[in-house]
């Protein structure tokens, strides 16, 4: 006989929480013939949104066009947790040990394009739940409170994190409360696109690009429903294959996986202390995000990150029972007072991971075309700021923004197969043995000597 929690995922459905709505707007038509305009944008995730977005806020009347191959927010947009972070480099520890001179620059960089996507959400009306209440990282074993530096500032015992969220795993905490919003992704897209057309940018979905090269003028894009020529051309693709080789390297495909709650009662909220404005994560290499929903479920994921031989992207790989099993038993050990709740949603997404756990960034068909990838799951408020470093960069411009290495530096590739696949699944093993004893093997010592790794 199954126990609870694993039980509780009999009732749920296969469907992201954010997609699974009414509300979800029509897709737009096509194409249909052959096009010019001064910017091509590929790809409708948050990326793409914020380019088009802030290329016509930035030189109103600018001719812009966004493709999209699938739906507006269908992929990592849609599928993620909805945690809107300040943070461009992927946490304080990976942009010290990369960047430790630039590193106080691009935290402030951070804030105020955090800042600014709240200053947007209301100048626009967008209605998606954007609530600024901070993060919350909590050590569940001995070894991780360190981490947490007891002797600084804002420490919480296990008595005070308890007092935020009440989970007897939790053995201390600390609260960043003004680095982190959480918001509904897919309305937040929405809203974006919404944004965007009345500014006069136009969205075509359901149209693939099939080719891209450089003329003379500016850049030809052929797509299933149309040829764009374009001056400039942005791509945004995330982790899907895009049509410059120099990336394909760049990034791996890691399937990320989630679960939602039915919505809480009174009482079981009420047990839990928990201010849904704040979003919480657990300290450990393999870290579960939580958070509650704007209808009061608990969004309860991560942990168990998926890459699959070969670079593989495919539907298959979605629908995983053992790992939506490992995530229900966590989330029953976190929160036993919640015992008998069911699961209503389960599913999955394909995040871009680079080797600097951080959006990485280009030019090609010289400087015509730019390019943002490898945001390794905290894009959702990164995106913003890559937006506006390709604007940048298409522009010529010498920015802030554009003289950082981060910028200017190329991400280490990954290797081919088998190597990829035997150096990631190695470590993966590795990370799951600090997670356990609070020691990091020779493997995981090499990589960060080399400044590559692995993480969800």
């Known amino acids: 006989m199954t126990s609870w929690p694993v039980s509780a995922l009999a009732g749920s459905r296969w469907a992201p929480l954010w997609l699974d709505s009414p509300d979800r707007p029509d897709a737009r038509p096509g194409v249909g013939g052959d096009v010019e305009v001064d910017l091509l944008v590929v790809g409708a995730g948050f990326t793409g949104l914020w380019t088009a977005l802030r ?37 304080e520890a990976n942009g010290r040990s990369r960047w430790p001179d630039e590193y106080d620059a691009m935290h402030a960089m951070g804030l105020t394009n955090l800042d600014e996507i709240g200053a947007t959400v209301e100048r626009y009306g967008i209605d998606c739940g954007f609530e600024r209440g901070g993060a919350l990282a909590v050590a569940t074993r001995p070894h991780e409170v360190a981490d ?37 992704p897919a309305r937040l897209a929405w809203g974006l696109a919404r944004a965007a057309e009345e500014q006069g940018v136009r969205i075509a979905e359901h149209t693939r690009l099939t080719s891209l090269r ?3 003028r500016g850049v030809e894009a052929r797509t299933t429903t149309g040829t764009v020529r374009a001056r400039h051309v942005a791509l945004a693709t995330n982790v899907f294959p895009g049509p410059l080789r120099r990336t394909r390297w760049s990034v791996v495909p890691v399937y990320d996986y989630v679960l939602a709650t039915e919505p809480l009662t009174d009482d079981q909220l009420a047990s839990l202390r928990w201010d849904p404005a704040m979003g919480v994560a657990d300290s450990g290499n393999q870290f579960h995000y939580y958070r509650i929903t704007p209808d009061r479920r608990i969004l309860w994921g991560g942990y168990d990150a998926v890459y699959h031989y070969g670079r593989s ?8 029972r053992e ?26 997404g394909v995040i871009d991971t680079s080797t600097r756990f951080c959006a990485f960034y280009g030019r090609a068909h010289g400087g015509r075309t730019v390019y943002a990838a490898g945001f ?61 004893t609070g020691r990091r093997n020779a493997w995981l010592r090499t990589l960060d000597r080399l400044g590559l790794g692995f993480d969800s």
């Open 55 to 91: 290329a016509v806020e930035r030189v109103p009347g600018r001719t812009v066009l966004v493709v999209e191959a699938d739906r507006i927010a269908e992929h990592a947009t849609g599928r993620n947790g909805g945690f809107c972070e300040a943070s461009i480099t992927h946490g």
């Open 323 to 348: 790992t939506f099993e490992v995530l229900a038993r966590n989330f029953g050990e976190t929160f036993p007072q919640l015992e008998g709740i069911g699961f209503s949603h389960r599913w999955a």
């Open 148 to 184: 947490l530096e007891p002797d600084e500032p804002g420490f919480l015992d296990a008595a005070a994190v308890r007092q935020l969220v009440d989970s007897p795993t939790y053995l201390a905490g600390r609260l960043e409360a003004d680095e982190c919003a959480v918001v509904d």
């Open 313 to 320: 992207i495919d539907s298959a790989h979605d629908d995983r």
């Open 214 to 216: 450089r003329t003379p």
């Open 376 to 436: 390794t799951g905290l894009g959702v408020g990164a995106s913003r700021f890559a937006a506006d470093v390709m604007l940048d960069l298409l522009a010529g411009e010498e920015t802030e923004r554009t003289r950082l290495r981060m910028v200017r530096e190329r991400a280490v590739p990954f290797p081919p197969e088998p190597f990829a696949w035997i150096g990631i699944q190695l470590t993966r093993w590795s990370l799951a043995r600090a997670d356990r």
